[in-house]
C-alpha cells in the first residue's frame, strides 16, 4: 500500500470531519435533554409538557441513530478506497467489459448500487422504528422496497446517461474536458428540475388539484397581490409515508406549481396555510431558489476543476487504495473524498439558508399576517415533534431553518 500526501489528506479530513460530526452531535443530545424538563416559557401556551418531552425523545433518537451512521460512513469511505473496495468493483466490472465507457459505466452503477445497500438498513430502521415509535410512520415495508427499486432505476436512467456523457468527454476533448462536463451537468440540473414536477415526482406520489374553495380563494388573492403566476395549486399524498407536513415550491415555466402535503391541510386552518405559503412565495420574489442555484453552479464548477487537476495525479489514485486509474475511478474517489474535505462549508451554507429564511419569513409578513405564520409555526413544531431546544452549535453547523425562538421572536417585531 501505498502513502502519499493525497492518503494523509484524505485520512487527516476524514478524521477531523468524523469528530467533528460525532462532538456536534453528542452536544446537541445533551443540551435537549438537559432541557426536557421545562417548555421553554416563549411556549408555555402553546406546548404542554408532554408535547416538549416529545420532542426532545424524538430528536435525541434520531441524533443517537444519526451517529451510528457518522461512524459507519467514514468505515465504508476507508473500505471502499484504502480497503481496496473500489479496486474489487473495478476487476468485477473487467470480467465482463474491456477498458473504456462501458466499464467506467458499470463500475459507477456497483458502487452506487452497493452504497445503496448499505445504507437500506439504516433507512429501514429509521422508518420502521423511529419514525414508528413517535407515530410518523405511514408507510408499509412493500411501499419502502417499492420505493427503493425506483429510487434506484430513477438513478439509473437520469444519471447514467450524464455519466456517460462525461466520460466521453474526458476521453475526446482534451485537458479542459471539465469545462463542457461542468457545462453539461449544470444544464441538465435544470432540465431535471423542470421535468420534475410533471415526470418524476408522479412516480412517488398521487397529485390532485386543490377542492376547497374556500382556501383556493384565499391562496388565489394571495398569488394575485404577489403579482405570482402559478398554473397548478397542487395537494399531494404526502400521508402515504409519514405524518409530517410540509410545503413546497418546484419547477418553473410551464411546469412551476406549489405543493401542499395533505398532512399540512389538517394541520393548519387557511389563513394559516396562506402564511406558509407567502413564506414561500417569499422564497421566489426574493429570488433565492435562482441565488442558491447560481451558487451550486460556481461550487460544481470549482469541483470539476480540481476534478481535471486530480485525474491526471497518479498519486491521486495510488495514495487512495487504486491501483487501476481511469476516468470513472477518479470520479468515485473524488465522491468519497469531496464531503470530509467541504464539511466545513456546511455552516457557512447553513447560514446563508437561516437568512433566507428570515426574509421569506419577513415578506410573509407584509403579505400576509405575522400572527398566523407564528401560529402556523407552533403548530408545525409541535405536530413534527421538533426541539425547542436545539444546542446552539449544532444548530448553526446544520440548520437550514433558524431556531423557532429566533423565528417568532423576529415575527413578533414585524
Ligand atoms: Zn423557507
Not at 476524514?14 to 421545562?38: N, P
Not at 421535468?195 to 406520489?205: D, E, K, R, S, Y
Not at 374556500?214 to 397542487?234: P, Q, S, T, W
Not at 425547542?388 to 444548530?395: A, E, Y
Request: aromatic share 12%; hydrophobic share 55%.
Amino acid at each position: 500500500m501505498v502513502i502519499n500526501n493525497f492518503s494523509i489528506l484524505f485520512l487527516a479530513a476524514l478524521a477531523a470531519a468524523t469528530a467533528t460530526r460525532l462532538w456536534l452531535a453528542a452536544r446537541h443530545v445533551s443540551h435537549i435533554r438537559a432541557h426536557r424538563g421545562q417548555v421553554p416559557a416563549e411556549f408555555a401556551a402553546d406546548f404542554s409538557l408532554a408535547d416538549h418531552q416529545k420532542a426532545a425523545d424524538y430528536s435525541s433518537a434520531k441524533t443517537r441513530f444519526a451517529m451510528i451512521d457518522i461512524a459507519l460512513g467514514a468505515v465504508v469511505a476507508l473500505a471502499f478506497t484504502f480497503g481496496g473496495g473500489l479496486e474489487l468493483l473495478h476487476q468485477v466490472a473487467a470480467l465482463w467489459l474491456p477498458q473504456g465507457i462501458a466499464h467506467g459505466l458499470a463500475l459507477i452503477g456497483l458502487v452506487v448500487l452497493a452504497t445503496t445497500l448499505i445504507d437500506l438498513p439504516f433507512d429501514y430502521y429509521r422508518a420502521f422504528v423511529i419514525e414508528a415509535r413517535y407515530g410518523f410512520n405511514k408507510m408499509t415495508p412493500g411501499l419502502f422496497f417499492a420505493d427503493a427499486a425506483k429510487n434506484l432505476l430513477l438513478g439509473a436512467v437520469l444519471l447514467l446517461p450524464l455519466a456517460a456523457a462525461i466520460l466521453w468527454f474526458i476521453r475526446g476533448v482534451g485537458d479542459y474536458w471539465w469545462v463542457a462536463a461542468w457545462a453539461l451537468t449544470v444544464a441538465y440540473g435544470v432540465f431535471v428540475q423542470f421535468i420534475a414536477p410533471t415526470v418524476i415526482a408522479p412516480l412517488f406520489n398521487k397529485f390532485s388539484p386543490m377542492q376547497d374553495t374556500e382556501l383556493k380563494e384565499r391562496v388565489e388573492r394571495l398569488l394575485a397581490r404577489c403579482g405570482f403566476k402559478v398554473k397548478g395549486l397542487m395537494v399531494m399524498d404526502g400521508s402515504r409515508r409519514s405524518a409530517h407536513g410540509n410545503a413546497y415550491f418546484t419547477g418553473f415555466g410551464n411546469t412551476k406549481r406549489i405543493v401542499f402535503f395533505d398532512t399540512l391541510l389538517k394541520q393548519l386552518n387557511p389563513a394559516e396555510v396562506e402564511a406558509v405559503l407567502a413564506h414561500e412565495l417569499g422564497h421566489f420574489k426574493l429570488r433565492h431558489i435562482l441565488k442558491r442555484m447560481a451558487w451550486s453552479a460556481g461550487l460544481s464548477f470549482a469541483f470539476f476543476s480540481l476534478l481535471g487537476f486530480l485525474m491526471r495525479q497518479d498519486a491521486f489514485y495510488s495514495g487512495l487504495g487504486v491501483a487501476s486509474p481511469s476516468p470513472a475511478m477518479a470520479l468515485l474517489l473524488f465522491m468519497f473524498v469531496i464531503p470530509p474535505l467541504t464539511f466545513l462549508l456546511q455552516p457557512v451554507g447553513a447560514m446563508y439558508s437561516r437568512k433566507h429564511e428570515f426574509e421569506a419569513d419577513q415578506y410573509a409578513a407584509q403579505h400576509a399576517s405575522a400572527s398566523d405564520l407564528i401560529s402556523a409555526l407552533i403548530k408545525l413544531y409541535r405536530d413534527n415533534a421538533s426541539t425547542l431546544t436545539p444546542d446552539p452549535i449544532h444548530s448553526a453547523f446544520y440548520d437550514s431553518h433558524p431556531p423557532a425562538v429566533a423565528r417568532i421572536a423576529r415575527l413578533q417585531k414585524a
